[in-house]
């Protein structure tokens, strides 16, 4: 299908130098595989699976086909006392491959929705029983929590927070991990464990009677990949254990096989009490997310409401769209026929070793990863972020297509990448990084 994009004006775009673009539009129009098609015909490379979503590669006709059924079938069904059976298929196949005892999904519509959806089910989950006085919610600088009030006000980047005032009150926010001692480490640092003590002086502070959850990203992603120091995530299992706070992983961005597991929990060994997902949840098909839970947090809500009353007072009107459930099953049916998750643990060495194989570069001052992926920081020019975009810039003129912040490019290619895509991507970082 063709549409004619002959005015830029009125698409407002999001995250994005509006003017800048408009004057030199970089369209995407095709794709397919590892590849994207831009308006003048030019094939990109895609080295971010888009924004971390198309792990199984793009365009994929069985997702395409599964949407098409479920829209000629049935497009729309309320959400509120109705459900179709997509809805609990899905939330069955997620709760087999979360960590146990997380066993119930809650549908929303992106990763933004299903981190504010945690935040007030813990809040609920308190109350519910007896500890409504946690309220205080634990963060990290440099995280990324998505962009509603609740995501926010979470977040540790200054640039997502300082137009807007002061959100929502009540969120204290612990130390980043990247430490100077740590650069060029490929896997888990060893040097950082005690910044987990963060989460302890605010239990000391404030008291851990009035914080209702630490949420984490297990692999802090949108910064540019910070790898939790070895025995920090542990560390900060226990100050949750030992204070009755809900430790909360955000995988929006590691879920669904980035870390060679279905999640970076079994990945790093420690399990959270909810989980918040989206992204390859449906390869990018469709938007949806997701909140998992543990049993414990559903039995509470559950059966501590009287006897059919509504137990949670929170939903979307699109919770659980057919659509974007049937793009969630035919991804997860893609990830389990061709093994994608292993296949990404297998690739992760020589993908490691191909994006290590670039420090030499002068440019770069550090590299992080895990995984299917990889963060590396340029040093600023002009100012802070400028490097950045005329790089991203450069690469996508070259064929590649990367995931940029500020001066922090953030490569995590689609699992069915071979290792001459691999190849062909650190060439083309190479040859534009000596240049500019
Ligand atoms: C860890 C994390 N949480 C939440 C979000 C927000 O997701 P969305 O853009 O789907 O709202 C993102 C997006 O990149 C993310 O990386």
């Not at 920090?232 to 597991?261: H, M, P, Q, S």
Request: charged share 20%.
């Amino acid at each position: 299908m063709q549409y004619q994009a002959n005015t830029l004006e009125h698409h407002w775009m999001p995250f994005t130098a509006n003017r800048d673009f408009k004057a030199e539009p970089r369209l995407l129009v095709r794709a397919e595989g590892v590849h994207y098609w831009d308006h003048k015909g030019g094939q990109i490379l895609d080295g971010s699976s888009g924004l971390f979503c198309c792990a199984a590669g793009h365009a994929r006709p069985e997702i395409a086909d599964a949407v098409a059924r479920q829209l000629r079938e049935m497009e729309y069904c309320p959400p509120f006392q109705l459900a179709h059976p997509a809805g609990f298929e899905l939330a069955r196949r997620i709760a087999g491959l979360t960590p146990e005892p997380i066993n119930h999904v809650f549908f929303v519509n992106s990763g933004s929705e299903a981190v504010d959806t945690a935040l007030k089910i813990a809040m609920a989950y308190h109350r519910a029983r007896g500890e409504g006085q946690r309220q205080r919610y634990v963060s990290r600088e440099k995280a990324y929590h998505g962009v509603n009030i609740g995501g926010t006000s979470l977040s540790g980047l200054m640039k997502n927070r300082e137009a807007f005032g002061c959100v929502m009150p009540g969120v204290v926010h612990m130390r980043h991990t990247w430490l100077e001692e740590n650069r060029f480490t490929r896997g888990q640092p060893q040097h950082g464990v005690e910044l987990a003590e963060d989460l302890q002086r605010f239990v000391d502070n404030y008291g851990g009677s009035t914080i209702a959850a630490c949420i984490l990203e297990p692999i802090a992603g949108s910064c540019g990949i910070l790898v939790p120091p070895k025995g920090y995530l542990e560390r900060v299992r226990e100050i949750c254990d030992a204070n009755g706070i809900l430790l909360i992983f955000d995988e929006v961005i590691c879920g669904f096989g980035r870390t060679g597991k279905a999640f970076a929990s079994q990945s790093f060994n420690v399990t959270p009490d909810m989980m918040t997902v989206a992204k390859a949840l449906t390869n990018g098909a469709q938007p949806m997310g997701a909140v998992a839970v543990k049993d414990e947090i559903y039995d509470t809500i559950i059966d501590t409401a009287p006897e059919g009353a509504i137990e949670l007072f929170h939903g979307y009107t699109y919770s659980a769209h057919p659509a974007a459930c049937a793009a969630g099953l035919a991804s997860l049916d893609i990830y389990k026929k061709e093994s994608l998750f292993e296949r990404a643990a297998e690739l992760s060495p020589y993908f490691l070793d191909a994006v290590f194989g670039l420090q030499d570069i002068d440019l770069i001052t550090d590299i992080r990863g895990y995984g299917l992926i990889a963060g590396f920081d340029l040093a600023p020019s002009p100012a802070p972020g400028g490097r950045g975009i005329q790089v991203q810039k450069a690469l996508f003129q070259a064929g590649l297509h990367i995931k940029f912040t500020g001066d922090t490019g953030i490569i995590a290619p689609p699992f069915i990448m071979e290792k001459k895509d691999i190849d062909r991507l650190t060439e083309i970082l190479r040859k534009i990084l000596s240049e500019v």
